[in-house]
């Protein structure tokens, strides 16, 4: 069984920066592409961004610039590192990671998420 568990959330000012971190963790074999999603009050979930195990990235446009994801494969963690952050960053927080087994069967697990709350 493969937990995914985030942490870094809390309260920040406009303009101010956060990290956030998620480990996944038990019965690992295999690590995929790992991502970083987001979801505000009565919205959709969206894509924040994501990250191959060999280091590529992408981000939607709305954080671009901004937001950088990176990973520590020897941790089994991913980060998502959060400047410039603005009232409209306000959301929970989603990692998810794909792992493939010791048969090959890949999975996708997500976290509980972490909430992120800008202040003006």
């Known amino acids: 069984q493969v937990q995914v568990v985030e942490s870094g959330g809390g309260l920040v000012q406009a303009g101010g920066s956060l990290r956030l971190s998620c480990e996944a963790s038990?019965?690992?074999?295999?690590?995929?592409?790992m991502g970083w999603y987001r979801q505000a009050p009565g919205k959709q979930r969206e894509l924040v961004g994501t990250?191959?195990?060999?280091?590529?990235?992408n981000y939607a446009d709305s954080v671009k610039g901004r937001f950088t994801i990176s990973r520590d494969n020897v941790k089994r963690t991913v980060y998502l590192q959060m400047n410039s952050l603005k009232p409209e960053d306000t959301a929970v927080y989603y990692c998810n990671a794909v792992h493939t087994d010791a048969a090959l069967r890949r999975s996708l697990y997500w976290g509980q998420g972490t909430q992120v709350t800008v202040s003006a």
């Open positions: 990250v191959t195990s060999g280091g590529n990235t």
């Open positions: 038990g019965g690992i074999f295999s690590l995929g592409v």
